[in-house]
């Protein structure tokens, strides 16, 4: 009788204070309806208050780029505020320099919205929409890297720039209950505009790698927003460094096919890194390609190659191999993905052989 | 409630700051007046919203352990009642000064979610319930620990920024020589119990 009235008495206290805390989430964090005026007028959204600006410009299809899901820990989503919204969050000031503070600028996932906003945002992020797609096609390229090609179904067609990315949502599965988005660099051909390939490499305990790889078939449905991203093909070089690491390759093949599909007065040189044999992928397309486009050079290496690859091709560390094949820096521009340190060795060795801030560009993941 | 002790509610006030301070002297809420005492800044944030935290938890649970828990001789529950009090009141209190104090929020509302699992807190209802305490009295109590944890991690962060650029001995910097510095600290509260005697 006492276990009863113990269960039953605590069950109530638990819920009446759980009511009591719904009750003043309701009353106290609701800011009734908020205007978000975006670009001086250009779309006004009138949405709820109480949410991320983030969530609340997403709930109205306007897409702010974010790696992180709104986490505060990848620093995309920034907005320009044009009237202060109060005091920067401690959560957002180490993404913010000191002009950027001064300029009004914000993390969109920490601005929670009371009142109404006045907002600037980069034009094209207005081109940004939500796909629904479905896999058509998924192909092991190497034991932990993956190609799925996506056919889109609603909208029907992409337009994008090749180099830029898609944020690919998860579905809860096994231990992970919430959807979470990933971006991933689109490896098609900007011209082939219903569809899109993704080049994914499983990270171990990467929660969408493992959904992507592990809970994904063919014929499957996923939804994914895009295109995002600012790394594409710039003006001036008359040759284009391409250097690329693993799953890295996807922008840089999206760049490469589409400056040799629009017959572009350029030299350019791939160079691909990988440790082992067993990590390369693409070769013979890329080996085909260099056979019949002259001004294209294709150099893959093995930094750790063992007897049993039977490699005859460049060895050493993709920055050696770089510094062995590029004398100079003039009319070059560097095109760069891959891991972080990836970037920053490629980066010192590029500085040393004379390239400029400026004519680098890159992507890491 | 029927036989309160006799004690001043300002006694207790005074004394529940100084002599029997919450973390120098019974040592409550040690992790975060340890790890959070680098700035005086910080520290002073995380004071101020303790003892508001302190005083807000006490109120509630006074009233739901003598008009609730007692009625219903629930007593031995107490542990597990006070805290999912607590729990729900800092969350109420962080959304209310989000909505109606928002600077006051910037300065202390990132400190609120670390205070629910502070052990003070809990000690302050447990002790107001073993020691048989009034309404006024246990208010007092609330305030008046919630003050001298305040004043303890406020002096203590001052301290440790006044020694921030002193070199130390090997395997002393950090949580070590605050440990130290603690009980010194503990010491010369323990002193002020004397002040009493005379009163």
Not at chain 1, 123 to 133: A, G, H, M, P, V
Not at chain 1, 276 to 295: Q, S
Not at chain 2, 109 to 123: E, K, M, Q, R, S
């Given at each position: 009788m006492s276990v009863f009235l113990t269960v039953l008495s605590l069950s109530a206290l638990a819920t009446i204070l759980a009511a009591v805390v719904v009750a003043a989430d309701y009353k106290l964090n609701n800011y009734g309806i908020c205007a978000i005026d975006i670009n001086n007028g250009t779309r006004v959204l009138e949405v709820n208050g109480g949410s991320s600006l983030l969530t609340s410009l997403s709930s109205q299809k306007v897409f702010i780029p974010s790696a992180c899901g709104g986490?505060?820990?990848?620093?995309?989503c920034k907005v320009t505020l044009?009237?202060?919204?109060?005091p920067v969050l401690p959560t957002e000031e180490p993404f913010l320099s000191g002009p950027e503070r001064d300029a009004g600028v914000r993390l969109a996932c920490q601005l929670k919205v009371k009142h109404d906003l006045k907002i600037l945002i980069p034009e094209?992020?207005?081109n940004i929409k939500q796909y629904r797609t479905r896999v058509r096609r998924i192909t092991d390229l190497t034991h932990d890297i993956k190609e799925f090609e996506f056919e889109l179904l609603e909208p029907g067609s992409i337009d994008f720039k090749a180099g830029q990315y898609v944020q690919v949502d998860s579905k809860p599965y096994d231990k992970v209950p919430e959807p979470v988005s990933r971006a991933y660099s689109i490896a098609?051909?900007?011209?082939?505009?219903?569809k899109v390939e993704l080049i994914i490499r499983l990270v171990p305990g990467g929660a969408c790698t493992t959904f992507m790889h592990n809970h994904v078939q063919e014929g499957d449905e996923i939804t994914f927003a895009g295109p995002f991203g600012e790394f594409y093909l710039r003006e001036g070089g008359d040759e284009l460094i391409f250097i690329a690491g693993g799953s890295g390759l996807a922008p840089i093949r999206s760049l490469i096919l589409d400056i040799l599909e629009k017959k572009l007065d350029k030299k350019m040189k791939f160079f691909f890194g990988a440790v082992?044999?067993?990590?390369?992928?693409y070769v013979d397309f890329f080996r085909e390609l260099a056979a019949r486009h002259p001004n294209f050079t294709y150099i893959p290496a093995l930094s750790g190659a063992v007897p049993e690859d039977a490699w005859d091709g460049e060895e050493g560390l993709i920055t050696d191999v770089v510094a062995r094949h590029v004398e100079d820096a003039v009319g070059k521009q560097a095109y760069l993905c891959g891991s972080p340190g990836m970037i920053n060795a490629c980066l010192q060795v590029l500085g040393k052989i004379g390239f400029e801030k400026k004519s680098i560009f890159y992507d890491e993941f | 409630m029927g036989n309160t002790p006799a004690i001043s509610p300002f006694v207790i006030f005074l004394a529940s700051m100084?002599?029997?301070?919450?973390?120098?002297?019974?040592?409550?809420?040690m992790c975060s007046f340890i790890?959070?005492?680098?700035?005086f800044k910080t520290a002073s944030g995380l004071g101020k919203a303790v003892a508001l935290v302190m005083v807000f938890t006490t109120v509630f649970n006074w009233i739901i352990y003598h008009f609730v828990v007692v009625p219903l001789g629930l007593e031995y529950l107490r542990y597990l009642i006070f805290i999912i009090v607590i729990a729900a009141t800092v969350q109420i209190i962080e959304m209310a000064m989000d909505r109606y104090l928002p600077d006051l929020h910037m300065k202390l509302g990132i400190f609120l979610p670390l205070i629910?699992?502070?052990?003070a807190i809990l000690g302050i209802s447990l002790f107001m319930v073993i020691r048989n305490y009034g309404f006024l009295q246990s208010v007092l109590f609330g305030l008046g620990s919630g003050l001298g944890w305040w004043l303890a991690i406020s002096a203590l962060a001052a301290i440790r920024e006044q020694m921030a650029g002193n070199e130390l001995p090997r395997?002393?910097?950090?949580?070590a020589i605050t440990f130290i510095i603690t009980g010194i600290m503990a010491l010369a509260f323990v002193g002020f119990s004397g002040i009493f005697v005379v009163m």
């Amino acid at each position: 009788m006492s276990v009863f009235l113990t269960v039953l008495s605590l069950s109530a206290l638990a819920t009446i204070l759980a009511a009591v805390v719904v009750a003043a989430d309701y009353k106290l964090n609701n800011y009734g309806i908020c205007a978000i005026d975006i670009n001086n007028g250009t779309r006004v959204l009138e949405v709820n208050g109480g949410s991320s600006l983030l969530t609340s410009l997403s709930s109205q299809k306007v897409f702010i780029p974010s790696a992180c899901g709104g986490k505060a820990t990848c620093g995309l989503c920034k907005v320009t505020l044009v009237e202060s919204a109060g005091p920067v969050l401690p959560t957002e000031e180490p993404f913010l320099s000191g002009p950027e503070r001064d300029a009004g600028v914000r993390l969109a996932c920490q601005l929670k919205v009371k009142h109404d906003l006045k907002i600037l945002i980069p034009e094209e992020l207005f081109n940004i929409k939500q796909y629904r797609t479905r896999v058509r096609r998924i192909t092991d390229l190497t034991h932990d890297i993956k190609e799925f090609e996506f056919e889109l179904l609603e909208p029907g067609s992409i337009d994008f720039k090749a180099g830029q990315y898609v944020q690919v949502d998860s579905k809860p599965y096994d231990k992970v209950p919430e959807p979470v988005s990933r971006a991933y660099s689109i490896a098609s051909l900007p011209s082939e505009k219903n569809k899109v390939e993704l080049i994914i490499r499983l990270v171990p305990g990467g929660a969408c790698t493992t959904f992507m790889h592990n809970h994904v078939q063919e014929g499957d449905e996923i939804t994914f927003a895009g295109p995002f991203g600012e790394f594409y093909l710039r003006e001036g070089g008359d040759e284009l460094i391409f250097i690329a690491g693993g799953s890295g390759l996807a922008p840089i093949r999206s760049l490469i096919l589409d400056i040799l599909e629009k017959k572009l007065d350029k030299k350019m040189k791939f160079f691909f890194g990988a440790v082992r044999k067993r990590d390369l992928y693409y070769v013979d397309f890329f080996r085909e390609l260099a056979a019949r486009h002259p001004n294209f050079t294709y150099i893959p290496a093995l930094s750790g190659a063992v007897p049993e690859d039977a490699w005859d091709g460049e060895e050493g560390l993709i920055t050696d191999v770089v510094a062995r094949h590029v004398e100079d820096a003039v009319g070059k521009q560097a095109y760069l993905c891959g891991s972080p340190g990836m970037i920053n060795a490629c980066l010192q060795v590029l500085g040393k052989i004379g390239f400029e801030k400026k004519s680098i560009f890159y992507d890491e993941f | 409630m029927g036989n309160t002790p006799a004690i001043s509610p300002f006694v207790i006030f005074l004394a529940s700051m100084l002599t029997s301070n919450m973390v120098l002297v019974n040592f409550l809420g040690m992790c975060s007046f340890i790890s959070v005492s680098k700035e005086f800044k910080t520290a002073s944030g995380l004071g101020k919203a303790v003892a508001l935290v302190m005083v807000f938890t006490t109120v509630f649970n006074w009233i739901i352990y003598h008009f609730v828990v007692v009625p219903l001789g629930l007593e031995y529950l107490r542990y597990l009642i006070f805290i999912i009090v607590i729990a729900a009141t800092v969350q109420i209190i962080e959304m209310a000064m989000d909505r109606y104090l928002p600077d006051l929020h910037m300065k202390l509302g990132i400190f609120l979610p670390l205070i629910t699992v502070n052990c003070a807190i809990l000690g302050i209802s447990l002790f107001m319930v073993i020691r048989n305490y009034g309404f006024l009295q246990s208010v007092l109590f609330g305030l008046g620990s919630g003050l001298g944890w305040w004043l303890a991690i406020s002096a203590l962060a001052a301290i440790r920024e006044q020694m921030a650029g002193n070199e130390l001995p090997r395997g002393l910097d950090g949580p070590a020589i605050t440990f130290i510095i603690t009980g010194i600290m503990a010491l010369a509260f323990v002193g002020f119990s004397g002040i009493f005697v005379v009163m």
